[in-house]
Every structure is written in structure tokens, then in C-alpha cells.
């Protein structure tokens, strides 16, 4: 899993790394419906009220979705960023 590719910005410009080479800071564009690391913070989501919606099947076996929401600062931030 850890070799799987995630969009990153670095140097102002988005670029594809693996996992286990993302770092502390980097922010993380995830596509909907695709896997992502477990451990990272929810800046913006595109979807109403900045909802995501994660299965954490392969951490603990359940199948139900949770919602996360992101906050207001950092919604607001890079709803002007991404577009």
C-alpha cells in the first residue's frame, strides 16, 4: 500500500509520490473514491458543509461509513486554492 501514488503540492505545482514518501506538511489532493493514508487531517472537501464520507474497513474491519468535515478557516482557504 505504502507505494501507492497520491497528487501532492510541491514547489507550487502539483506532482505524484508515493505514500511513504509523503511528509508532515505536504497537502494531499485525494480524488472521491479512492484510497488514501489514514493519517491525515481534512482541510477542504468539495462536497456541501466541506462532508467527507471514509470507510476504515482495512484499519478495523468495519464497513460503515464515517463523516468528517473540514474546518471553516481551511474550507474556506482552499475552496479559492483548488479551483
Not at 480524488?31 to 467527507?52: A, G, I, N
Amino acid at each position: 500500500m505504502n507505494n501507492t501514488s497520491a497528487q501532492v503540492i510541491r514547489n507550487g505545482k502539483w506532482v505524484s509520490v508515493a505514500w511513504k514518501n509523503i511528509r508532515v506538511g505536504d497537502i494531499v489532493k485525494t480524488p472521491s473514491e479512492k484510497q488514501f493514508p489514514c493519517d491525515m487531517v481534512l482541510l477542504h472537501s468539495t462536497e456541501p458543509q466541506s462532508l467527507c464520507y471514509i470507510q476504515t474497513a482495512s484499519l478495523d474491519g468495519e464497513t460503515n461509513l464515517k463523516n468528517r468535515q473540514g474546518k471553516f478557516l481551511t474550507t474556506r482557504f482552499f475552496f479559492f486554492i483548488l479551483q
